[in-house]
């Protein structure tokens, strides 16, 4: 519910600020997350991004954007147990691109805030850990209009043996 609200108005606001380009985007992305290696789960989530166009060098585009991602809400239930897992991160990256007509293929590297909870029934066990993790990713954006995009990508990055894959598709406005 929460996520149509929010794409609602990304593309409202999209439609309804003047034509002037403008450095910064927004957008909300629905979020495929893929955990692998000490331990395995398949979940997904949302992540909510505001970036900068940069322009730091002549031959690509560059930008920097900033996002909360809510990747990993779920619960291994059986009959003598009940473990919630949860998994919500702040990321920075630079993102590098070029466009080709209206595909924008794209590059990322970042640093990630990630803050894990584990609660369960076994003894009343609960756990947080908050951890940074380095990643890298990389996509392609589409330009549905002058100022509304739609982008697909994936990201990776790695902690404590556990390799954690993002894949993301989602709708982002200029402003």
């Keep these: ?12 606001l999209g439609l309804a600020v003047p034509a002037a380009a403008s450095d910064y985007y927004v957008g909300i992305s629905d979020v ?11 979940d997904g989530g949302y992540a909510l991004t505001i970036g900068k166009k940069l322009d730091l060098f002549e031959a690509v585009d560059t ?25 919500e991160s702040l990321d ?21 805030q990630l803050d894990t909870e584990t609660s369960g029934e076994i003894d009343g066990v609960a756990t947080k850990e908050d951890e ?3 990643y890298y990713g990389f996509g392609v954006d589409y330009a549905a209009t002058d100022r509304v ?3 697909a990508e ?15 598709i989602g709708v ?4």
Aim: aromatic share 12%.
């Design 1 to 12: 519910m929460l996520s149509k609200v929010v794409t609602s108005f990304v593309v409202a």
């Design 32 to 42: 495929d997350t893929e955990l692998s290696g000490q331990m395995s789960l398949d």
């Design 63 to 87: 930008a920097v954007e900033l996002s909360y991602v809510d990747s990993v809400d779920s619960t291994i239930e059986d009959e003598d147990y009940s473990i919630g897992f949860t998994v």
């Design 92 to 112: 920075l990256s630079l993102v590098a691109s070029r466009a080709y007509g209206s595909f924008r293929p794209f590059v990322r590297v970042g640093i990630s």
């Design 132 to 134: 940074t993790l380095d």
């Design 149 to 151: 995009f739609l982008r």
């Design 154 to 168: 994936m990201t990776e990055g790695e902690t404590d043996g556990v390799t954690i894959e993002l894949f993301n």
């Design 172 to 175: 982002f406005t200029r402003f």
